[in-house]
């Protein structure tokens, strides 16, 4: 009866012991500050095809074909700037873009330019509105899938 008394208080501290090392192990959660992913927020991530454009309130005739825009994501998920990739025939132009805390405008950072449109999305729709040579452009681009 004393060694099966002996063995029981043995298994209960180890049994102790091991519940004391799993709670200290699952237990602690490291401090680290959750990031969000913003811009994935606010649906302007993916690729877009250009549908139409517009100068001074006049469409072009000319179908758009080939004129693609990509957002990523860069290495810091929680601020508001990200990689683009606009490619077309004859060109192909990489940099950044910036989006204002407020959503209402974009900023395209690339070789030695910096332009700032307005934009909007709307169910798979990208609109952007600038001034280019004293002339206001209009463009309407469609998410790819």
Not at 55 to 69: F, N
Not at 84 to 102: K, Q, S
Request: hydrophobic share 35%; glycine share 8%; aromatic share 12%.
């Amino acid at each position: 009866m004393v060694n099966k008394s002996i063995l029981m208080r043995l298994s209960g501290k180890r049994i102790l012991l091991l519940a004391s090392m799993f709670l200290i192990f699952t237990g602690c959660k490291k401090n680290e500050p959750e990031q969000t992913e913003v811009l994935k927020q606010t649906g302007i991530l993916g690729k877009w095809k250009l549908e139409m454009r517009s100068i001074d309130g006049i469409a072009g005739l000319a179908v758009e074909c080939c004129d693609y825009l990509e957002f990523t994501e860069d290495n810091v998920v929680s601020d508001w700037i990200g990689v683009f990739e606009a490619t077309g025939v004859g060109y192909e132009t990489t940099g950044f873009f910036e989006i204002d805390a407020a959503g209402s405008t974009i900023q395209f950072n690339y070789e030695d330019s910096q332009k700032v449109y307005e934009y909007q999305i709307e169910e798979g729709d990208i609109t952007f509105t600038y001034m280019d040579n004293n002339q206001s452009i209009v463009e309407h681009w469609r998410k790819q899938d």
